[in-house]
């Protein structure tokens, strides 16, 4: 096979600038839907639970996060408004710099030794390994076209 049949055969896989730009910002809105839903299910859970998400304080406390009076409400309701705004494609870079914080501390404090995948008790790390790589992929990228941010953009 010659380089130019080679070459031929390859740019029928080849997409146009606009296709790939399309293409990008589809995934990225998948990801921030997907990413900002399952933050509004965890932070619903702790912000509509009995005593709300105070309820939480002492197993902050008892896992060592810092200032955990703050923090069980910072966790919960950045989880349950950020998820939704990313959602939306508002302020994503803002958020996922707070939902990365937010995982960051998931895993020093809470899940640190544990495995990636999740063992019969519950433990494992991988959930927060990977809404953490979520948020800082959306830090990086931004939300894409078709979001809010995209909109004020244009």
């Given at each position: 096979m010659t380089k130019d049949t080679m070459t031929n055969?390859?740019?029928?896989?080849?997409?146009?600038?606009?296709t790939?730009?399309?293409?990008?910002?589809?995934g990225l809105l998948v990801l921030r839907v997907a990413v900002g839903t399952?933050?509004?299910?965890?932070?619903?859970?702790?912000?509509?639970?009995p005593g709300g998400a105070g309820a939480n304080v002492e197993n902050y406390r008892g896992a060592g996060i810092p200032?955990?009076?703050?923090?069980?409400?910072?966790?919960?309701?950045?989880?349950?408004?950020?998820?939704?705004?990313?959602?939306?494609?508002?302020?994503t870079r803002l958020v996922g710099l707070g939902l990365v914080s937010v995982m960051a501390g998931a895993l020093i404090w809470v899940?640190?030794?544990?495995?990636l995948v999740m063992g019969q008790d519950g433990s494992g790390?991988?959930?927060?390994f990977i809404m953490l790589a979520a948020s800082l992929a959306l830090v990086g990228t931004g939300a894409g076209?078709?979001?809010?941010?995209?909109?004020?953009?244009?």
């Amino acid at each position: 096979m010659t380089k130019d049949t080679m070459t031929n055969r390859l740019s029928r896989f080849t997409l146009d600038e606009d296709t790939r730009r399309t293409g990008t910002d589809l995934g990225l809105l998948v990801l921030r839907v997907a990413v900002g839903t399952v933050f509004v299910t965890h932070g619903w859970g702790d912000a509509t639970q009995p005593g709300g998400a105070g309820a939480n304080v002492e197993n902050y406390r008892g896992a060592g996060i810092p200032l955990p009076e703050l923090s069980a409400w910072y966790g919960a309701y950045l989880q349950l408004i950020g998820g939704a705004v990313l959602i939306l494609g508002g302020l994503t870079r803002l958020v996922g710099l707070g939902l990365v914080s937010v995982m960051a501390g998931a895993l020093i404090w809470v899940h640190r030794g544990e495995p990636l995948v999740m063992g019969q008790d519950g433990s494992g790390s991988g959930f927060a390994f990977i809404m953490l790589a979520a948020s800082l992929a959306l830090v990086g990228t931004g939300a894409g076209r078709y979001s809010i941010d995209g909109a004020l953009r244009r």
